[in-house]
């Protein structure tokens, strides 16, 4: 691949993952929805759901590093958004909460 097409590849792939990263979370908590993430098998969550948050852990704190600079030059107030979702929410899920919690 010729360096333009990469250098184009890695600015879409940049943008896809900070839009992505981006939306909005559902403002309201259903019952339902809360009752039915309870019933997550602990053994799914301890063999699949885990090391899958440790995989996006170590993602989300990779892709921090380049999101943060820019957000650190362009808006210095906003920072701890991106940590957040690419690195807190992640970790939080993988070693905080309780397994068959989600």
Do not use: C
């Not at 943008?15 to 602990?42: H, I, N, R, S, W």
């Amino acid at each position: 691949m010729s360096r333009r097409i990469r250098g184009w590849v890695a600015v879409l792939t940049t943008a896809v993952v900070m839009l992505g990263g981006a939306a909005p979370a559902l403002a309201f908590v259903d019952e339902g929805l809360e009752a039915e993430q309870k019933k997550t098998p602990v053994l799914f969550d301890a063999l699949f759901l885990r090391p899958l948050g440790l995989v996006l852990t170590a993602g989300g704190a990779v892709l921090f590093v380049p999101t943060g600079a820019v957000v650190g030059l362009t808006r210095p107030t906003d920072i701890g958004k991106p940590f957040k979702a690419l690195v807190a929410n992640p970790f939080r899920y993988t070693f905080m909460d309780p397994l068959g919690a989600h």
